[in-house]
């Protein structure tokens, strides 16, 4: 499976999980746009380096790469690395948003909008700001792919970390609703929620034996493949997501009960059917809020 003649732009890629995610696609013949800011773990003193260095190292392997430095918190930032694809290569086939912030733990009365802020710029707002820059190359492209990066934990929760929570349980909205969209101009869209020994998880345990056997089997490099596989053309997935890391994958779905269908009922009528509203046998997969209403009304008393 290869990428000749592609375009892919893949934010956070000077470190972790995009750097092999570049590396990767570049090695199948993919052009690459390398962004990162550089910053340290706390957000202070970006540098160039980090992004400059896979540049090099994709060049010394024969590749087609160009270093972007910008900012994808903010829409000035995104519009200028889609810009910067397209006058390097002519246009843009892949989108990657990996770029994110380590997990800030907060108590539920310690939260801050400040904080929110952040979180929720760099890894939502600014994700649907990138995918909107780049939407109309894709949409020209016919083949357009698009892998936004969630996570777990804004999934399924984690405790103390309301922020990181937010902004990547945000993205499966902004993924489905993506999704819908990409039909008609062959755009895919999918999500992956990876797990990998990078800064993100640094401190993540004081156990070493732990951390030890977390840092040989949590290789950012065994997320990639699956990267590259939502991004080739052959891969006709969309508005799936994915949970990916230690050699692992898996598919994440959501699902409907058959549920309760009883016109005027009251709170002691749900008191009492409860166990019927959240028995899952029988569940099913809407694909969209168009589909979940109609599972709802054919469900309806004649």
Partial sequence: MRYDGKVAVITGAGRGLGREQALLLAERGAKLVVNDLGIAIDGSAPSSGPAQEVVDLIRQRGGEAVANFSDVSQDVGVRQLIADAVEAFGGVDIVVGNAGRTMHGAEPDSLTPELFEQYLSLMLSGLGLLVSAAWPYLAKSGEGRIILTS????????????????????????????????????????????????????????????????????????????????????????????????????????GLTPGLNMPGHNMEDIRDNFAQITDREGYAQPTSALGATGFMISDAPV
């Avoid at 909205?173 to 999918?190: Q, S």
């Avoid at 056997?213 to 891969?235: G, I, Q, S, T």
């Fill in 151 to 254: 996570s777990s934990g804004g999934i399924f929760g984690l405790r103390s970390n309301p922020y990181y929570g937010a902004a990547k349980g945000g993205v499966i909205g902004l993924l489905r609703c993506l999704a819908l969209d990409g039909e008609p101009v062959g755009i895919k869209v999918n999500a992956l929620c990876p797990l990998g020994s990078t800064r993100l998880f640094a401190g993540f345990s004081t156990d070493e034996n732990f951390n030890n056997w977390f840092n040989d089997r949590a290789k950012p490099e065994y997320v990639a493949p699956l990267v590259a596989y939502l991004a080739h053309r052959d891969c006709e997935a969309t508005g799936r997501a994915f949970l990916a890391g230690l050699g692992h994958i898996s598919e994440i779905f959501t």
